[in-house]
C-alpha cells in the first residue's frame, strides 16, 4: 500500500461507524485502496473517497441493485443513526474530484468496479448485464417461420371470443408464435397459464404439421411456483382434450422443473451441468414467475439454451423483484408499453385472428411484450382486485378506504394479535393438525397463510409461529421438542443430496411406526417423499412466512401483517402488492393507518442499465 491510510483500520470500526457495512463491503473497499493507491499516486483525500465510492457500489449490489448511478453516489452520505440521531462520516456530495477519480479507477481492463451508463458496476454484474442483453435481443428480434393459414384458423378453434375486438389473449398467442423469446404479463388470475396452454398447443401442432418433433420444458425459479405450475398446466391440458390430438396434448409435458434443477447443480459451485459448452436439447422452454429470477440465473438459463430454442416469459412485473440482484422481468416488460411496429402489426393481420388489427398500438417497438389485463379470477368490483390496483397504482386513499369498506373478501384486523389470531388458529390449523392424510394436511396448507414483512419483531413471522405452536402444542414448548405431528415446516437452505431446497414446505407427520418424519409432495411423481426429521436440512415453521416468502404461492385466504413502524424501508408497494395477489378468496390486513400508507407511497427502485442496453441495441428487422 502507497502512505494513504484507510479511513478505518479495521472491520469493526468501520461497522461501529456505518450503518449497514458488511465484512465483504469493508473488505472489498480495503483491497480497492490497497491496490489503486499505489498504481494511481493517489493522494489522502482521494484515496479515502475511493473508499467510500466501493463501500457504496458493493452496498448496492448487497440492495438488489445491478448498478450504482453516478448522480445517486453522489448525494450519498455515510454515518449511524443511534438513539434517533444522525452522526455523519463523510458526505459524498462535499468531496471534489469524484468524476476524476472514478475515470481513472473504474477503466481498465482489470478495475474491480466498472464505470459503464453512467453507473458503477461490480464487474461481475457488468458482465452478467451485457451478457443477458446480447442473448436477449439475438431472440427478442429474431423472427421464425409460422405457417400463418393454419395458425389463424387453430388458435380461433382453442378461443372463445369476438373477432371483432381484440382480445389480448388470443393477441398473445399470435403475437409469440413467430418470436424468438417473448413476454406474456399479467396480474393474478389473468390467463396467463391458460393462455401458454393453448399457446404450446398451437406451436405442437404447426410443427408437427412440419414433420418436426418438439421438446418442451416448463421451468419455474421455487419448487413451489414449479408446482403450482404443474397443476395449472395440467388442468389446463384436462381443458384441451377435446380440442386438440392427443399427440400435441403429450407435447405438452404435465410436469414442470426448477430452473437449478432443469440447469443441473453441481454441489459447491455457481454454475450449472448445463452451460454454453453443454446446452440443453430444448426446443421450446416456458420460465413462469420471472419476477423471481435474478440476472446471474438468468443469464445461466440463456446461455444453456440452444440458438434455436424459442423461449416464452410469463409473470408480473408488479411483484416484488428477486431477492439478488436486478430486475429482469420489469427490464424487459417495460411500461408504458409503446406497441407493436408496422411490420409486426402486418404479421398479425396475416394471422386472421381478429378483423382489423389496427387497434393494437402501432407506435412503439415492443413487439416481443403482450400485457394480459383482464382478471379472470377477480371480478371488476371484488374486494382483492380493487385493492391490488389501487395499491400498485400508490393510492393511497382508495386503498386505505378499501380495507375499511363493505367488500366481503378484503377486511382490516385491529386490536392485539392475540385478539385475532385464535380464531384463525381454530379455522385453519386446528383441521390441518387434525386431518386424516398428509394429503388432506396439504391441502389444509392451500387453504391459509400468514404473510409478514419481516422475520423480527413483534409482528415477524418467528413471533407469529410462537404464538401458533402455543395454542398447538404447549407440550412441545414444555418439552423443547422441536416438532409435532401436523406441524408444517420450510426448508432454509438448499440440499442438493437430499434433493431439498429453501423454500421447499413439508408437514411433520406420525407414521405407522409411530415416528415422526416429514412429507414433501412430489409433484414429477404425485407421491410423498419421506425423510427422517433428524436430517432435514435447516428448517423453521411455517405457519406465517416473509412475502418474500410466499412468492409463487397462493393461498384461499391470506393474512398480511405489517410492523408499526411507519418509516421502515422495507415497506413498498410491490410488497403489499404482492402479498394481496397471493389471496384467491380473501385478504386480511393488520396494519395501522400510517404504516399502511407509507408502504402503499413507497416504491421499490433497482437500479439497472438492462433496459437501456435493450432499447440502444440495433434492431434487426
Ligand atoms: N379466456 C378464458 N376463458 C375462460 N376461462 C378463462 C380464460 N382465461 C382464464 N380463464 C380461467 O381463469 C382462471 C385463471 O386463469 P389462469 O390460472 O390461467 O391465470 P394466471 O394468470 O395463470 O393466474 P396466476 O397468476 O395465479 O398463475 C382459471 O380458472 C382459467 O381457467
Given at each position: 500500500m502507497?502512505n ?6 479495521q ?12 465484512a ?7 483491497e ?5 493507491a499505489?498504481?494511481?499516486?493517489l493522494?489522502?483525500n482521494?484515496?479515502?473517497?475511493l473508499?467510500?465510492?466501493t ?5 448496492h449490489?448487497?440492495q ?5 448511478p453516478i448522480n445517486?453516489?453522489k ?6 443513526v ?6 455523519l462520516?463523510y458526505d459524498m456530495?462535499k468531496c471534489?474530484?469524484?468524476?476524476k ?6 477503466q ?8 459503464d ?31 400463418v393459414?393454419?395458425a389463424?384458423p ?12 381484440i382480445?389480448?389473449?388470443v393477441?398473445?398467442?399470435a403475437n409469440?408464435l413467430?418470436k424468438?423469446?417473448?413476454v ?21 401442432a404447426?410443427?408437427?404439421?412440419a414433420?418436426?418433433s ?22 389446463a391440458?384436462k381443458?384441451?382434450s ?7 396434448l ?26 454454453s ?12 414467475e420471472?419476477?423471481?429470477v ?6 445461466r438459463l440463456?446461455?444453456a439454451?440452444?440458438?434455436h430454442?424459442?423461449?416464452i ?10 431477492v439478488a440482484?436486478g ?7 417495460q ?11 402486418a404479421y398479425?393481420?396475416?394471422?386472421k385472428?381478429?378483423?382489423?388489427v ?6 412503439g ?6 400485457f394480459?389485463?383482464?382478471?379472470r379470477?377477480?371480478?371488476g ?7 391490488a390496483?389501487?395499491?400498485?397504482s400508490?393510492?393511497?386513499e382508495?386503498?386505505w ?23 384463525l ?8 393438525a387434525?386431518s386424516?392424510?398428509?394429503?388432506a394436511a396439504?391441502?389444509a ?7 409478514s ?10 413471533a407469529i409461529?410462537?404464538?401458533v405452536?402455543?395454542?398447538l402444542?404447549p407440550?412441545?414448548?414444555?418439552n ?5 405431528h ?21 408437514i411433520?407427520?406420525?407414521?405407522e411406526n409411530?415416528?415422526?418424519?416429514c ?7 404425485n407421491t ?18 416473509t ?11 391470506v ?6 413502524n411507519?418509516?421502515?424501508k422495507?415497506?413498498?408497494r410491490?410488497?403489499l ?5 397471493r ?7 393488520y396494519?395501522?393507518?400510517?404504516t399502511?400508507?407509507?408502504?402503499v407511497?413507497?416504491?421499490v427502485v ?16
Open positions: 502507497s494513504v491510510s484507510l479511513p478505518f483500520s472491520y469493526r470500526h468501520c461497522k461501529d461507524a456505518l450503518d449497514d457495512v458488511s465483504i463491503a469493508y473488505f472489498l473497499a480495503k480497492v485502496v490497497a491496490k489503486y499505489l498504481k494511481y499516486q493522494q489522502q482521494e484515496a479515502t473517497t473508499f467510500y465510492v463501500l457504496a457500489t458493493v452496498q449490489f448487497e438488489g441493485h445491478s448498478c450504482l445517486i453516489l448525494t450519498l452520505t455515510f454515518g449511524r443511534q438513539d434517533d440521531t444522525y452522526t462520516v456530495s471534489g474530484g469524484l468524476d477519480l472514478v475515470s481513472l479507477v473504474c481498465g481492463e482489470d478495475s474491480l468496479i466498472v464505470h451508463y453512467d453507473a458503477l458496476y461490480l464487474r461481475k454484474n457488468r458482465q452478467f448485464e451485457v451478457e443477458l442483453s446480447e442473448y436477449f435481443s439475438q431472440r427478442m428480434y429474431s423472427r421464425l417461420p409460422v405457417d393459414s393454419a389463424g387453430l388458435i380461433a378453434s382453442l378461443f372463445d371470443y369476438d373477432n371483432q375486438h382480445d389480448w389473449q393477441a398473445a398467442v409469440t413467430n424468438g423469446l417473448s406474456i404479463a399479467g396480474g393474478p388470475g389473468t390467463g396467463k397459464t391458460y393462455t401458454v396452454a393453448r399457446l404450446l398447443a398451437v406451436i405442437a404447426l410443427r408437427e404439421n414433420n418436426l418438439t421438446t418442451i420444458s416448463l421451468v419455474a425459479p421455487t419448487g413451489k411456483a414449479a408446482q403450482r405450475l404443474s397443476e395449472s398446466i395440467a388442468g391440458k381443458s384441451l377435446k380440442q386438440v390430438t392427443r399427440t400435441v403429450q407435447t405438452i409435458p404435465e410436469t414442470a422443473n426448477t430452473i437449478h434443477r432443469l440447469l443441473g447443480v453441481i454441489p459447491g459451485k455457481h454454475h450449472f451441468k448445463n452451460d459448452e453443454n446446452k440443453l436439447a430444448l426446443d421450446v422452454l416456458l420460465v413462469d420471472v419476477s423471481m435474478d440476472l446471474p440465473l438468468m443469464t440463456f446461455r439454451l440452444p440458438e430454442c424459442q423461449v416469459l410469463l409473470g408480473d412485473a408488479d411483484q416484488l423483484p428477486s440482484v430486475n429482469v422481468l420489469a427490464d424487459i416488460a411500461r408504458p408499453f409503446s406497441g407493436y411496429s408496422q411490420d409486426n402489426l398479425l393481420d396475416q394471422c385472428v381478429f378483423d382489423d389496427s387497434a393494437l398500438i402501432k407506435t417497438n415492443q413487439n416481443h411484450l403482450t394480459l389485463q383482464k382478471s379470477r377477480f371480478d368490483e371484488g374486494g382483492i382486485g380493487v385493492l390496483k389501487a395499491v400498485i400508490s393510492d393511497t382508495q386503498s378506504q378499501c380495507l375499511q369498506g363493505q367488500q366481503q373478501d378484503v377486511s382490516l384486523l385491529s386490536g392485539e394479535i392475540t385478539s385475532w389470531l385464535p380464531k388458529i381454530n379455522r385453519y390449523y386446528k383441521p390441518l387434525q386424516d392424510t398428509i394429503e396439504f391441502e396448507l392451500k387453504q391459509f397463510s400468514i404473510l414483512a419481516t422475520n423480527e419483531g413483534e409482528t415477524g413471522v418467528n409461529n410462537q404464538l405452536i402455543q395454542a402444542s407440550a412441545s414448548i414444555d423443547q421438542q422441536p416438532y409435532f401436523g406441524m408444517p415446516v420450510m426448508i432454509q437452505e438448499n440440499n442438493q443430496a437430499l434433493g431439498l431446497f429453501n423454500g421447499d414446505i413439508g411433520i407427520w406420525q407414521r409411530g415416528k415422526l418424519y412429507g414433501f409432495e412430489d409433484s414429477l411423481t410423498i417423499k419421506w425423510y427422517v426429521t433428524a436430517k432435514l436440512p435447516q428448517n423453521k415453521p411455517v405457519y406465517a412466512m412475502i418474500h416468502k410466499s412468492q409463487g404461492s397462493e393461498f384461499n385466504h393474512v398480511m401483517v405489517l410492523p408499526n411507519n418509516d421502515s422495507l415497506l413498498s410491490e410488497l402488492y404482492t402479498a394481496i395477489t389471496a384467491k378468496q380473501q385478504i386480511s390486513v396494519a395501522d393507518q400510517t399502511w400508507q407509507h408502504a407511497g413507497n416504491r433497482r437500479y439497472s442499465n438492462l433496459d437501456k442496453r435493450l432499447a440502444t441495441l440495433p434492431l434487426n428487422e
